[in-house]
T-cell receptor, first 113, second 115 residues
Framework: GAGVSQSPRYKVAKRGQDVALRCDPI?????LFWYQQALGQGPEFLTY????????KSGLPSDRFFAERPEGSVSTLKIQRTQQEDSAVYLC???????????FGPGTRLTVT | AQSVTQLDSQVPVFEEAPVELRCNYS??????LFWYVQYPNQGLQLLLK??????LVESINGFEAEFNKSQTSFHLRKPSVHISDTAEYFC?????????????FGGGTRLMVKP
Protein backbone atom coordinates (compact mmCIF):
# COMPACT_ATOMS: atom_id res chain seq x y z
CA GLY A 1 0.00 0.00 0.00
CA ALA A 2 0.97 3.64 -0.24
CA GLY A 3 3.29 5.05 2.36
CA VAL A 4 3.42 8.52 3.86
CA SER A 5 3.68 11.15 1.14
CA GLN A 6 4.79 14.75 1.41
CA SER A 7 4.59 17.66 -0.98
CA PRO A 8 6.33 19.52 -2.31
CA ARG A 9 9.55 17.54 -2.09
CA TYR A 10 11.59 20.70 -2.53
CA LYS A 11 10.65 24.30 -1.77
CA VAL A 12 12.70 27.43 -2.22
CA ALA A 13 11.33 30.50 -0.48
CA LYS A 14 12.58 34.03 -0.22
CA ARG A 15 13.07 35.33 3.27
CA GLY A 16 9.79 36.69 4.57
CA GLN A 17 7.54 34.50 2.44
CA ASP A 18 4.95 32.14 3.88
CA VAL A 19 5.12 28.43 3.01
CA ALA A 20 2.78 25.47 3.45
CA LEU A 21 4.01 21.90 3.59
CA ARG A 22 1.62 19.01 3.15
CA CYS A 23 1.63 15.52 4.64
CA ASP A 24 -0.60 12.64 3.55
CA PRO A 25 -0.32 9.91 6.20
CA ILE A 26 -1.04 6.26 5.65
CA UNK A 27 -4.81 5.78 5.50
CA UNK A 28 -6.30 5.02 8.89
CA UNK A 29 -3.30 6.10 10.91
CA UNK A 30 -4.35 7.83 14.11
CA UNK A 31 -1.13 9.56 15.08
CA LEU A 32 0.78 12.09 13.01
CA PHE A 33 4.09 13.76 13.82
CA TRP A 34 6.17 16.56 12.31
CA TYR A 35 9.93 16.68 12.74
CA GLN A 36 12.56 19.16 11.56
CA GLN A 37 15.96 17.89 10.39
CA ALA A 38 18.68 20.48 9.97
CA LEU A 39 21.64 19.68 7.74
CA GLY A 40 23.95 17.15 9.36
CA GLN A 41 21.73 16.64 12.40
CA GLY A 42 19.10 14.22 13.62
CA PRO A 43 15.39 14.98 13.34
CA GLU A 44 13.83 17.09 16.09
CA PHE A 45 10.21 16.83 17.20
CA LEU A 46 7.91 19.71 16.29
CA THR A 47 4.33 18.66 16.96
CA TYR A 48 1.96 15.69 17.37
CA UNK A 49 -1.66 15.03 16.40
CA UNK A 50 -3.99 12.30 17.56
CA UNK A 51 -6.69 12.32 14.90
CA UNK A 52 -7.57 16.02 14.51
CA UNK A 53 -6.43 17.04 17.98
CA UNK A 54 -3.03 18.66 18.34
CA UNK A 55 -1.90 17.19 21.65
CA UNK A 56 1.68 18.41 21.76
CA LYS A 57 3.21 21.42 20.04
CA SER A 58 6.08 21.90 22.44
CA GLY A 59 8.69 21.54 19.68
CA LEU A 60 7.48 24.34 17.44
CA PRO A 61 10.38 26.84 17.49
CA SER A 62 8.33 30.02 17.29
CA ASP A 63 4.82 31.35 16.78
CA ARG A 64 5.61 31.60 13.08
CA PHE A 65 5.10 27.84 12.90
CA PHE A 66 1.57 26.49 12.77
CA ALA A 67 0.24 23.00 12.06
CA GLU A 68 -3.23 21.66 11.50
CA ARG A 69 -5.01 18.40 10.73
CA PRO A 70 -8.65 19.46 10.48
CA GLU A 71 -10.22 16.16 9.42
CA GLY A 72 -7.82 13.81 11.12
CA SER A 73 -6.01 12.75 7.96
CA VAL A 74 -3.99 15.22 5.83
CA SER A 75 -1.86 17.67 7.78
CA THR A 76 -0.32 20.99 6.82
CA LEU A 77 2.66 22.66 8.44
CA LYS A 78 2.70 26.39 7.78
CA ILE A 79 5.65 28.68 8.33
CA GLN A 80 5.02 32.40 8.23
CA ARG A 81 7.64 35.03 7.39
CA THR A 82 10.33 32.43 6.72
CA GLN A 83 13.83 33.04 8.00
CA GLN A 84 17.12 31.51 6.89
CA GLU A 85 17.30 29.41 10.04
CA ASP A 86 14.08 27.67 8.91
CA SER A 87 16.04 25.95 6.12
CA ALA A 88 15.82 22.23 6.86
CA VAL A 89 14.13 19.01 5.83
CA TYR A 90 10.65 18.71 7.34
CA LEU A 91 9.64 15.12 8.01
CA CYS A 92 6.17 13.78 8.60
CA UNK A 93 5.48 10.44 10.26
CA UNK A 94 2.31 8.53 11.06
CA UNK A 95 1.41 5.52 13.15
CA UNK A 96 -1.63 3.27 13.18
CA UNK A 97 -2.14 3.30 16.90
CA UNK A 98 -1.03 5.46 19.77
CA UNK A 99 2.56 4.41 20.65
CA UNK A 100 2.77 2.43 17.42
CA UNK A 101 5.68 2.25 14.99
CA UNK A 102 6.16 5.53 13.13
CA UNK A 103 6.37 5.46 9.34
CA PHE A 104 8.20 8.39 7.81
CA GLY A 105 7.63 10.25 4.58
CA PRO A 106 10.48 11.32 2.27
CA GLY A 107 10.46 14.86 3.66
CA THR A 108 10.24 18.35 2.21
CA ARG A 109 13.54 20.17 1.81
CA LEU A 110 12.96 23.87 2.49
CA THR A 111 15.61 26.36 1.46
CA VAL A 112 15.14 29.98 2.50
CA THR A 113 17.22 32.44 0.49
CA ALA B 1 14.10 15.90 28.81
CA GLN B 2 15.57 13.02 26.91
CA SER B 3 18.82 13.26 25.01
CA VAL B 4 20.52 10.73 22.74
CA THR B 5 24.23 10.69 21.99
CA GLN B 6 25.75 8.95 19.02
CA LEU B 7 29.43 9.07 19.74
CA ASP B 8 30.70 8.73 16.17
CA SER B 9 29.55 11.04 13.41
CA GLN B 10 31.27 8.92 10.74
CA VAL B 11 32.41 5.31 10.70
CA PRO B 12 34.48 4.14 7.72
CA VAL B 13 34.83 0.39 7.41
CA PHE B 14 35.89 -2.12 4.78
CA GLU B 15 33.38 -4.50 3.25
CA GLU B 16 32.90 -7.75 5.19
CA ALA B 17 34.40 -6.23 8.35
CA PRO B 18 32.38 -6.01 11.59
CA VAL B 19 30.98 -2.68 12.76
CA GLU B 20 29.52 -1.17 15.92
CA LEU B 21 27.60 2.11 15.98
CA ARG B 22 27.32 3.47 19.49
CA CYS B 23 24.26 5.04 21.10
CA ASN B 24 23.70 6.27 24.65
CA TYR B 25 20.58 7.92 26.04
CA SER B 26 20.12 10.09 29.09
CA UNK B 27 16.97 9.10 30.89
CA UNK B 28 16.73 6.58 33.68
CA UNK B 29 13.00 6.09 33.14
CA UNK B 30 11.69 3.19 31.12
CA UNK B 31 12.06 3.75 27.40
CA UNK B 32 11.48 2.32 23.98
CA LEU B 33 14.58 2.31 21.77
CA PHE B 34 14.91 2.39 17.99
CA TRP B 35 17.44 2.41 15.19
CA TYR B 36 16.45 4.06 11.92
CA VAL B 37 18.39 4.04 8.63
CA GLN B 38 18.30 6.81 6.03
CA TYR B 39 19.57 6.16 2.52
CA PRO B 40 20.40 9.17 0.31
CA ASN B 41 17.30 11.13 -0.74
CA GLN B 42 15.01 8.71 1.08
CA GLY B 43 12.95 8.84 4.24
CA LEU B 44 13.79 7.21 7.54
CA GLN B 45 13.20 3.46 7.71
CA LEU B 46 12.89 1.53 10.94
CA LEU B 47 15.75 -0.94 11.25
CA LEU B 48 14.96 -2.47 14.63
CA LYS B 49 13.33 -1.67 17.96
CA UNK B 50 13.39 -2.61 21.61
CA UNK B 51 10.07 -2.38 23.45
CA UNK B 52 10.37 -5.03 26.16
CA UNK B 53 11.50 -8.59 26.72
CA UNK B 54 14.80 -9.90 25.36
CA UNK B 55 17.48 -7.25 25.46
CA LEU B 56 18.96 -8.43 22.15
CA VAL B 57 16.96 -7.49 19.07
CA GLU B 58 17.70 -8.32 15.46
CA SER B 59 16.79 -7.01 12.03
CA ILE B 60 16.12 -9.01 8.89
CA ASN B 61 19.34 -7.85 7.20
CA GLY B 62 21.82 -8.97 9.85
CA PHE B 63 21.97 -6.00 12.21
CA GLU B 64 21.46 -6.46 15.95
CA ALA B 65 21.32 -4.16 18.95
CA GLU B 66 21.51 -4.84 22.66
CA PHE B 67 19.67 -2.84 25.29
CA ASN B 68 21.85 -2.25 28.34
CA LYS B 69 19.83 -0.53 31.05
CA SER B 70 22.70 -0.07 33.50
CA GLN B 71 24.82 1.69 30.88
CA THR B 72 21.82 3.37 29.18
CA SER B 73 23.13 2.15 25.84
CA PHE B 74 21.68 0.61 22.69
CA HIS B 75 24.64 -0.05 20.39
CA LEU B 76 24.06 -1.35 16.86
CA ARG B 77 26.29 -4.10 15.49
CA LYS B 78 26.75 -6.14 12.34
CA PRO B 79 29.34 -8.92 12.04
CA SER B 80 29.97 -8.38 8.31
CA VAL B 81 28.93 -5.26 6.40
CA HIS B 82 28.10 -4.86 2.72
CA ILE B 83 28.52 -1.92 0.38
CA SER B 84 24.74 -1.56 0.41
CA ASP B 85 24.81 -0.80 4.16
CA THR B 86 26.32 2.61 3.40
CA ALA B 87 23.81 5.06 4.87
CA GLU B 88 23.08 7.36 7.82
CA TYR B 89 21.95 5.60 10.99
CA PHE B 90 19.92 7.28 13.72
CA CYS B 91 19.31 6.05 17.24
CA UNK B 92 16.04 7.24 18.83
CA UNK B 93 14.29 6.93 22.18
CA UNK B 94 10.73 7.35 23.40
CA UNK B 95 9.55 7.49 27.02
CA UNK B 96 7.00 4.92 28.20
CA UNK B 97 4.94 7.64 29.83
CA UNK B 98 4.89 9.93 26.81
CA UNK B 99 1.37 9.67 25.53
CA UNK B 100 2.27 10.62 21.99
CA UNK B 101 5.34 8.43 21.70
CA UNK B 102 7.37 11.27 20.19
CA UNK B 103 10.91 10.26 19.26
CA UNK B 104 14.11 11.93 20.42
CA PHE B 105 16.90 11.29 17.92
CA GLY B 106 20.65 11.28 18.13
CA GLY B 107 22.76 13.26 15.70
CA GLY B 108 23.31 10.30 13.39
CA THR B 109 26.27 8.18 12.33
CA ARG B 110 27.29 7.99 8.71
CA LEU B 111 28.42 4.45 7.91
CA MET B 112 30.74 4.37 4.91
CA VAL B 113 31.53 0.87 3.63
CA LYS B 114 34.53 0.71 1.34
CA PRO B 115 35.35 -2.11 -1.10
Amino acid sequence: GAGVSQSPRYKVAKRGQDVALRCDPISGHVSLFWYQQALGQGPEFLTYFQNEAQLDKSGLPSDRFFAERPEGSVSTLKIQRTQQEDSAVYLCASSYVIRGEQYFGPGTRLTVT
Amino acid sequence: AQSVTQLDSQVPVFEEAPVELRCNYSSSVSVYLFWYVQYPNQGLQLLLKYLSGSTLVESINGFEAEFNKSQTSFHLRKPSVHISDTAEYFCAVSDWDNAGNMLTFGGGTRLMVKP
